[in-house]
């Protein structure tokens, strides 16, 4: 699946974001973990899941540069703030292309905040022009997003019957009637979600 030094390059990016910022360092392997795991259960070819790889390394490169007075706000953004916010996947696309090695990657990196109803960024995009690896990327990201708030914030609360993973689930659904998601492609990840974390196969 991976070409030969790839695993030196993503080992660099990954140690890039880990100075930058822990989090988003371990949130890289956390999300390449995932997509590798959807990736193979939806049956993708080897180009594909090396695509959803480095993906899951270069989606945030262009966090680098949004001050952390923003990237760590726990509180509601300014206007001004999503203004920087929505500049990272343009420069994101815009690292990738001074390396050869990830010039490939540039316009999948680009897209990735992008909606099927074309309220995303940077671009606008609807529907089939958002590419279809970008759209499992997608599902994989704010799954991850929203599981591992979920379970920083109840780890000093008492259980709940409730699987944790299911409010990623909800908040997909939401964006399903929204327009935002793939109807077809979202019930194959609340599928995938509910084996990968109760151990199915």
Known sequence: ???????????????????????????????????????????????QLRQLVFLSYCHGLGKIGIPDSIL???????????????????????????????????????????????????????????????????????ADAIISKRLHRTRNESGSERPYWMQAVEEIRKEIEAGVRDPELSEKFFQFLELFYQGGG
């Open 72 to 142: 760590l706000n726990p509180g509601s953004l300014s206007e001004q703030d999503w203004v920087k916010i929505r500049e990272y996947p343009e420069v994101s696309a815009l690292i990738c292309k001074q390396l050869p090695v990830l010039r490939e990657f540039a316009p999948l990196v680009r897209s990735h905040q992008e909606r099927l109803n074309g309220t995303g960024y940077p671009d606008g995009l609807q529907g089939d022009e958002i590419p279809y690896i970008v759209q499992v990327f997608q599902l994989v990201n704010i």
């Open 1 to 47: 699946m991976l070409h030969p030094g790839d695993a030196e390059i993503l080992n660099f990016l990954e140690q890039i974001q880990l100075a930058r910022n822990v989090a988003a360092g371990l949130r890289c392997y956390r999300l390449r973990t995932m997509c590798l795991h959807f990736g193979r259960w939806l049956g993708l070819e080897k180009t």
